[in-house]
């Protein structure tokens, strides 16, 4: 994971190299001792997958409009986590999927309807199971996204989320996700805006 992390981390930006760095060693230490296995989803856990997702989204459930938790519920369970090109990343902590996230490729419609297609891949669907949280889960989920970003030759990585995930907010900003206003969009017209952020390699 220090190969990883070196690798990325001289190929960001220099103003976000810091912010970078320092959520990496606090990934490091929240995961010490655990055996976390990062690797792609299997078809057949695909069904779990998805009711995991749900689950760790549900305490928004009654911070929102019932209308925008309809949709969030129903994009976390659309099959776009099994389109051509898109991989489903899990995390494993001894023998059990905690975590999930979802990598688009660029160029894609990763939000149906919206017309936004990046030229860089995108982050969605984040999901840490509610009894696994605190152990940099859903760090070291981004992390392995930047880096298979990174791999592929790509300069950036997208992502969108909205305020109500105030815990992801935080977390993008910490590892150095920057905003793009003009890549924000409100999916169900309720006055919650879905908000474009992006961090940028050299």
Not at 26 to 35: L, N, P, V
Not at 125 to 130: K, N, R
């Amino acid at each position: 994971m220090d190969q990883i992390a070196d690798s990325m981390s001289s190929s960001i930006c220099p103003k976000t190299t810091f912010l970078f760095n320092r959520a990496y060693t606090k990934i490091k230490t929240a995961i010490a001792g655990d055996a976390m296995i990062i690797r792609d989803a299997r078809e057949d856990e695909i069904p779990y997958i998805r009711n995991q997702r749900i689950k760790s989204y549900e305490e928004h459930a009654n911070s929102i409009p019932e209308k925008h938790w309809n949709t969030l519920k129903n994009a976390l369970l659309s099959d776009k986590d099994t389109q051509f090109g898109v991989e489903c990343i899990v995390a494993e902590l001894d023998g059990e999927i905690v975590g999930s996230v979802v990598l688009f490729p660029a160029n894609t419609d990763a939000y149906v309807g919206t017309a936004i297609e990046l030229q860089y891949p995108e982050i969605r669907m984040l999901a840490v199971s509610p009894e696994a949280r605190g152990k940099g889960i859903a760090a070291a989920l981004i992390l392995e996204c930047i880096r298979r970003a990174k791999v592929n030759g790509f300069q950036a990585i997208g992502l969108h989320t909205a305020d109500f995930m105030e815990s992801a907010v935080k977390l993008y900003q910490r590892i150095g996700f920057q905003r793009l206003p003009e890549f924000d969009f409100e999916p169900a017209n309720d006055g919650i805006i879905v908000k474009g952020y992006r961090l940028t390699f050299e």
